[in-house]
Nanobody
Framework: QVQLVESGGGLVQAGGSLRLSCAASGLTFSSSGMGWFRQAPGKEREFVAAISWNGGLTYYGDSVKGRFTISRDNAKNTVYLQMNSLKPEDTAVYFC???????????????????WGQGTQVTVSS
């Protein structure tokens, strides 16, 4: 059974930073593309970032390019999302997702993902 557990969310002031982590189990992590999505109240789930199985390919949503960085440590079965220069509009629940493919398209196509975490809340105050 695939399990994804996010951590690292919290409350931060605008301009601050947070690093989210997602620990994975129950899958061959080193063969799985991984993604981060977010969902704010009343809004659709939004693609944030994705990374290929070996970290060689990374993708970002337009709203976070240049501010967020996705990375992974296959030895620790963990994917990270470093978030810098946070804005109030980044406030959302952030979800980690594991793909059934080693390389994902880097789009909002959720059909590429077979498992999701429970989410972690990120709140950015102005």
């Amino acid at each position: 059974q695939v399990q994804l557990v996010e951590s690292g969310g919290g409350l931060v002031q605008a301009g601050g930073s947070l690093r989210l982590s997602c620990a994975a189990s129950g899958l061959t992590f080193s063969s799985s593309g991984m993604g981060w999505f977010r969902q704010a109240p009343g809004k659709e789930r939004e693609f944030v970032a994705a990374i290929s199985w070996n970290g060689g390919l990374t993708y970002y949503g337009d709203s976070v390019k240049g501010r967020f960085t996705i990375s992974r440590d296959n030895a620790k079965n963990t994917v990270y999302l470093q978030m810098n220069s946070l804005k109030p509009e980044d406030t959302a629940v952030y979800f980690c997702a594991a793909s059934w493919r080693p390389v994902v398209s880097g789009t909002s196509d959720i059909s590429e993902y077979k498992a999701w975490g429970q989410g972690t809340q990120v709140t950015v105050s102005s």
